[in-house]
């Protein structure tokens, strides 16, 4: 009995923590018991799990998953992984929305009597994912079954989930099953290390999971392919649906990600530095202009560090921390509630008093999404003497929802909805906001086909699929 694979997961967990905070959960299965094991709760990954508990999960496969609620609830129901006994005995994780997901649902109660326990899209999947490897015909057997199985099962998936999702699954006495949504909206990376002649496997949305784990970064899986890992350690892969229209989320390298991660080769880190040396530039300009006159540049912290220095170095001013944050308070933007947003502000963040009064500050933040945050640090700022803020702001206004597994999916809640730059500046109480444009940050990406939907209202998929998917969610949230 081992719980390597168990606490590989656990280790990978932690390193994804600032994904999702809601729940965590991992899901093993032992070859040789033929069992699944799954451990899984509400709470943060080192709460969630002790020694004893990791011990528990056997097996040399094992998938996990830290919880942000973008689709079903965030109560105990809807946490992932998911299990289904038949066919074959399936488990699943997923980081995405699956946008047609309620008609999808429907399809299953109609079509296929199936009763849905949970109200996470997740379980949507897995039913459509059993039904897709069955086919139709008589089960395959252990010995029959082969990667032709997967691939037709996944190019299935591929024509009926409508969305941005990469999953990672587990098939009972199979192996372990990955695929990304053919526009690659969501990231999914790919990882090996090699021990006395073996080779370890390693899929996870960012790469930090791997170097924390010592494994090696080889690529990211390609929009529309999917992966196959045996029982013995056999690697097989290929793409099943391409799509010319790659659409990669431009808000992992602009907040989601770890700045240790890298996404398509291209370092969240160095992304964010380059951020700030096009932002520096704008900033340049409106000094030049005589609008702005800061002494200092700023960041709010953690995200916007490595911009603000970057900032910072192209104005030739000081770069100072004036605000610390408490490493202990969940981050504000994706906790679910705007109450748990208000009070996460409160507490997160504390004033150095002497690097912020009677200075005038170029305040560097990654995005503004409602307002929340902003508008609380300038007025903390003001209240502890700053003289002027003005926001440099290192993405574009988000102005329109988001479909695709960041939950910003009503207009009305997105402060930039409706207002220009000088009404924000008005209503935030700074001198000025100054934005990167999208030209500046797909130069700064360096990757060409993005998704900047929330930006641009460009959505990679059918507009009517993601309004109705956040209507549906809407309805659902109201009702409890
Ligand atoms: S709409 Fe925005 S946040 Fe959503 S996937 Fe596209 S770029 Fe990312």
């Not at 997961?9 to 994904?19: F, N, S, T, V």
């Not at 890992?229 to 099943?240: E, Y």
């Amino acid at each position: 009995m081992s719980c390597a694979a168990a606490y590989e997961a656990y280790k990978g967990l932690l390193a994804l923590q600032h994904r999702g905070q809601d729940a965590a959960g991992i899901l093993t299965y032992d070859s040789k018991s033929r069992m699944f094991a799954m451990e899984k709760d509400l709470g943060l990954v080192a709460s969630v799990f002790s020694q004893e508990k990791i011990e528990k999960l056997n097996g040399f496969m094992a998938i996990g998953h830290t919880r942000y609620a973008t689709a079903g609830g965030d109560g105990k129901r809807d946490i992932q992984p998911m299990v289904e006994g038949i066919p074959f005995g399936l488990g699943m994780v997923h980081n995405g929305n699956a946008l047609n997901y309620y008609s999808l649902k429907q399809e299953l109660s109609e079509n296929f009597r199936h009763q849905l326990l949970t109200a996470n899209d997740l379980e949507v999947l897995i039913h459509y994912w059993g039904h897709f490897l069955m086919n139709g015909q008589p089960l395959p057997t252990e010995k029959t079954f082969t990667f032709d199985n997967i691939k037709n099962a996944a190019a299935k998936m591929f024509e009926t989930v409508i969305g941005g999702y990469a999953v990672l699954g587990l098939i009972a006495g199979q192996g372990l099953v990955a695929f990304r949504d053919p526009k690659g909206i969501r990231p999914l990376a790919l990882g090996v290390k090699e021990e006395n002649g073996v080779k370890t496997w390693c899929l996870a949305s960012e790469t930090i999971a791997m170097t924390y784990l010592g494994y090696q970064y080889l690529r990211d899986v390609e929009p529309g392919e999917v992966i196959f890992i045996d029982t013995k350690g056999n690697f097989q892969s290929a793409v099943v649906k391409k799509d010319n229209e790659r659409a990669h989320c431009m808000f992992e390298w602009v907040y989601f990600s770890g700045a240790e991660s890298a996404i398509d080769h291209q370092p969240v880190y160095g992304v964010r530095l380059k951020f700030g040396e096009r932002l520096g530039a704008k900033a340049r300009t409106a000094i030049e202009a005589g609008e702005i006159r800061p002494d200092v540049v700023m960041p709010v912290p953690d995200t916007s560090r490595t911009a603000a220095i970057s900032v910072a170095d192209a104005l030739k001013l000081p770069y100072r921390e004036g605000l610390i944050k408490n490493r202990y308070v969940a981050r504000s933007f994706i906790l679910s509630h705007q109450d748990k947003r208000e009070h996460a502000v409160e507490l997160k963040l504390s004033p150095i008093v002497g690097e912020i009064e009677g200075k005038s500050i170029l305040l560097i933040d990654d995005s503004i999404v409602r307002g929340t945050t902003s508008k609380r640090i300038v007025s903390l700022l003001k209240k502890y003497g700053a003289k002027e803020v003005t926001l440099g702001i290192t993405c574009p206004p988000i102005r329109h929802p988001c479909f695709y597994g960041i939950d910003f999916p009503d207009s009305q809640g997105l402060v930039a909805h409706d207002k220009s730059a000088e009404e924000l500046a008005e209503l935030l109480g700074v001198k000025k906001v100054i934005y990167l444009d999208e030209e500046d940050m797909r130069q700064a990406i360096g990757v060409s086909k993005l998704c900047m939907a929330c930006v641009n209202k460009k959505y990679p998929t059918a507009v009517a699929e993601g309004e109705h998917f956040s209507k549906e969610r809407q309805k659902a949230r109201a009702a409890g």
